[in-house]
């Protein structure tokens, strides 16, 4: 039987692996950290994963997650609508969530190796060598699930890490009082906040900025008092709230730049192939889609006895046809949104006033069931 190696574990990484070891395939995963651990994201996953994630037991039922059917979004002035979400999703922390993957994971026979960076990778007579900074492995086939900027990506001089990306990712985890069905997406002045009731009674608070304005103010707590809290709905969410980190979680090189789905022989999946804007809240969405997408196709190479040129053409072929309108799209918004002041404030006040505007802009951004 071919070992398959999957770099990187989160929910791309650990979807791939869990349906791989359910097929009877051997494999090994490396995750750079140690579960559970806490990550920036919204933390709203789309509906469109549920009959899949049922159908493999992946669905975390005993949590009582809270369903979320209804969006409010706001204009930098506080003006704002609510509209109903067709397809809506669920809120559940990535530090439960991708903790039950792992061990699904290790249930399903994966070898989960975890404090485990993968330094380098590189490739002779078809076997891979994937080496870490204590070990040496090899593997039939690769799975890149290493999010959106990792080194590996520099090993690979991909295009993308030639240019610096000038978006910064802050999360806390609070206790307020926001409705279980409602996500909210408020705008301010360089970026946008979400808020989603997770597991727990808990609340996820969410922001992406432009670095520029981060630099502007110089820290985190002056920049939500100068700009953040010109929107008065973020300002009443903060005075309102309990913060449950000490300190939030905060990532830079937020990059939307294309990729592509095959580097170097491996098969790359979420946002190592390519990361949609946060503003659509479907980037987990597309890394268990795409996950999927990769394993099946392994499994009917190994059956089918297909060779590596089969799979890695067929993989780009089925990644660009499901995904890339939807990157595209996400890039267009985000685009407008980031643009001038004018732009974004044009775009936020077409949605908050145009119904058909907005539920177009939802329906865009939202993949079909699988
Ligand atoms: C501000 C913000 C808000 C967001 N909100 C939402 C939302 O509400 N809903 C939604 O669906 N999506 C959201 N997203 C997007 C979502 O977080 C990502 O699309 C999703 O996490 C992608 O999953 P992944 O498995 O591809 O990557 P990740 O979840 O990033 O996992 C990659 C893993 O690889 C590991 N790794 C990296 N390099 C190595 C290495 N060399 N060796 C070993 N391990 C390595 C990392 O430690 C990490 O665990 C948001 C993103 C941002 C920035």
């Given at each position: 039987?071919?070992?398959?190696?999957?770099?990187?574990?989160?929910?791309?990484?650990?979807?791939?692996?869990?349906?791989?070891?359910?097929?009877?395939?051997?494999?090994?995963?490396?995750?750079?950290?140690?579960?559970?651990?806490?990550?920036?994201?919204?933390?709203?996953?789309?509906?469109?994963?549920?009959?899949?994630?049922?159908?493999?037991?992946?669905?975390?039922?005993?949590?009582?997650?809270?369903?979320?059917?209804?969006?409010?979004?706001?204009?930098?002035?506080?003006?704002?609508?609510?509209?109903?979400?067709?397809?809506?999703?669920?809120?559940?922390?990535?530090?439960?969530?991708?903790?039950?993957?792992?061990?699904?994971?290790?249930?399903?026979?994966?070898?989960?190796?975890?404090?485990?960076?993968?330094?380098?990778?590189?490739?002779?007579?078809?076997?891979?060598?994937?080496e870490?900074?204590?070990?040496?492995?090899?593997?039939?086939?690769?799975?890149?699930?290493?999010?959106?900027?990792?080194?590996?990506?520099?090993?690979?001089?991909?295009?993308?890490?030639?240019?610096r990306?000038?978006?910064?990712?802050v999360?806390?985890?609070?206790?307020?009082?926001?409705?279980?069905?409602?996500?909210?997406?408020?705008?301010?002045?360089?970026?946008?906040?979400?808020?989603?009731?997770?597991?727990?009674?808990?609340?996820?608070?969410?922001?992406?900025?432009?670095?520029s304005?981060?630099?502007?103010?110089?820290?985190?707590?002056?920049?939500?008092?100068?700009?953040?809290?010109?929107?008065?709905?973020?300002?009443?969410?903060?005075?309102?709230?309990?913060?449950?980190?000490?300190?939030?979680?905060?990532?830079?090189?937020?990059?939307?730049?294309?990729?592509?789905?095959?580097?170097?022989?491996?098969?790359?999946?979420?946002?190592?192939a390519?990361?949609?804007?946060?503003?659509?809240?479907?980037?987990?969405?597309?890394?268990?889609?795409?996950?999927?997408?990769?394993?099946?196709?392994i499994?009917?190479?190994?059956?089918?006895?297909?060779?590596?040129?089969?799979?890695?053409k067929?993989?780009?072929?089925?990644?660009?046809?499901?995904?890339?309108?939807?990157?595209?799209?996400?890039?267009?918004?985000?685009?407008?949104?980031?643009?001038?002041?004018?732009?974004?404030?044009?775009?936020?006040?077409?949605?908050?006033?145009?119904?058909?505007?907005?539920?177009?802009?939802?329906?865009?951004?939202?993949?079909?069931?699988?």
């Amino acid at each position: 039987m071919k070992q398959v190696a999957i770099i990187g574990g989160g929910l791309g990484g650990l979807i791939a692996a869990i349906r791989l070891a359910q097929h009877g395939v051997p494999v090994m995963l490396f995750e750079k950290k140690n579960y559970p651990f806490h990550r920036v994201c919204g933390e709203y996953v789309s509906n469109e994963t549920l009959p899949f994630l049922r159908q493999s037991g992946l669905f975390p039922d005993k949590l009582d997650v809270p369903f979320i059917s209804r969006f409010q979004i706001s204009a930098v002035n506080g003006r704002s609508s609510i509209l109903p979400l067709d397809l809506g999703g669920f809120g559940i922390s990535r530090f439960t969530f991708d903790h039950f993957l792992a061990q699904k994971a290790r249930e399903a026979g994966v070898r989960v190796l975890e404090n485990c960076e993968v330094q380098h990778v590189s490739r002779e007579k078809n076997r891979f060598l994937i080496e870490t900074s204590a070990e040496k492995h090899t593997a039939d086939v690769v799975i890149g699930s290493f999010g959106k900027r990792s080194r590996l990506d520099v090993q690979f001089n991909r295009k993308f890490t030639h240019k610096r990306s000038p978006y910064v990712g802050v999360k806390y985890h609070i206790k307020t009082d926001h409705p279980n069905d409602l996500i909210a997406l408020h705008n301010f002045n360089g970026g946008y906040l979400g808020i989603s009731n997770i597991e727990a009674g808990q609340t996820n608070l969410c922001y992406l900025v432009h670095r520029s304005r981060l630099k502007e103010f110089g820290s985190i707590p002056a920049l939500e008092k100068g700009v953040l809290f010109r929107n008065p709905l973020i300002r009443t969410i903060y005075s309102n709230a309990t913060f449950l980190f000490g300190k939030p979680e905060v990532i830079n090189e937020v990059s939307f730049a294309s990729k592509e789905p095959v580097c170097n022989h491996m098969l790359m999946v979420g946002d190592s192939a390519g990361m949609i804007t946060p503003l659509c809240g479907n980037g987990m969405a597309i890394a268990i889609h795409s996950a999927k997408l990769a394993s099946d196709l392994i499994l009917k190479q190994l059956s089918e006895n297909r060779s590596g040129e089969w799979l890695e053409k067929t993989y780009t072929e089925a990644w660009h046809a499901t995904f890339a309108s939807r990157l595209r799209f996400g890039r267009l918004v985000q685009h407008y949104l980031f643009g001038s002041s004018f732009s974004s404030n044009l775009a936020v006040h077409l949605a908050v006033y145009v119904r058909q505007i907005a539920m177009q802009m939802i329906r865009q951004s939202h993949g079909k069931p699988f």
